[in-house]
């Protein structure tokens, strides 16, 4: 059974950088079938994808978040990362990891999620 | 802001049958995407429900089917039970946005 699992500060300062990693087990990341995205979720706007990253490393991004989000894999440890950079209030969110298949294919497993609350 | 809408709020008794709406445009349902769907439990992730505009995971009730037609697709749950309360997302990809966009979400009461 393939299992996602968050990680990373539940406190961020605004203008800094905030690093979630989601650790897969009971299946690989190299694996040419699927893509890891992040999806985040707040009250004001709702379910939100962020991005996903196939294992080869490439890496496509909701056009209107690109700028501020990197979406990282790492097969020797089989997880794959997110960084977002200049955090602001607006980025307090639940954060879950996901795998889909493709760009416009479901999401399944996700991860049980990760609140990251951006206060100084 | 998001691009596919759904109904706030729908309601049943035990038993009842209750459907869920979620309409888009000419840029994603419309164009042919996909539309798949999501239950999430208080304090829980989403899970999958229907991928595929009526495909049903391994585990999913048959009490949970779904539809998409046009610009729109729907989630119905038949023989309503109180473990259905939860809220409901639907999702698909536009095309205009470059996006994997998700629904408004719909809350489901069981009175």
């Known amino acids: 059974q393939l299992l996602l699992q968050e990680s990373g500060p539940g406190l961020v300062k605004p203008s800094e950088t905030l690093s979630l990693t989601c650790n897969v087990s009971g299946g690989s990341v190299n694996n040419n079938n699927y893509y890891w995205g992040w999806i985040r979720q707040s009250p004001g706007r709702g379910l939100e994808w962020i991005g996903s990253v196939y294992h080869s490393g490439s890496a496509y991004y909701n056009p209107s978040l690109r700028s501020r989000f990197t979406v990282s894999i790492d097969a020797s440890k089989n997880q794959f990362s997110l960084r977002l950079s200049y955090v602001s209030a607006a980025d307090a969110a639940v954060y879950f990891c996901?795998?889909?298949?493709?760009?416009?294919?479901?999401?399944?497993?996700w991860g049980q999620g990760t609140p990251v609350t951006v206060s100084s | 802001q998001s691009v596919l809408t759904q109904p706030p709020s729908v309601s049943g008794a035990p038993g009842q049958r209750v459907t869920i709406s979620c309409t888009g445009s000419s840029s994603n349902t419309g164009a042919g995407y996909d539309v798949h769907w999501y239950q999430q439990l208080p304090g829980a992730a989403p899970k999958l429900l229907i991928y595929?505009?009526?495909n049903r995971p391994s585990g999913v009730p048959d009490r949970f089917s779904a539809s998409k037609s046009g610009t729109s697709a729907s989630l119905a749950i038949t023989g309503l039970q109180t473990e259905d309360e939860a809220e409901y997302y639907c999702q698909s990809y536009d095309s205009s946005l470059s996006d994997s966009v998700f629904g408004t979400g719909t809350r489901v009461t069981v009175l």
């Open positions: 595929r505009n009526n």
């Open positions: 996901a795998r889909h298949a493709g760009i416009a294919a479901w999401f399944d497993p």
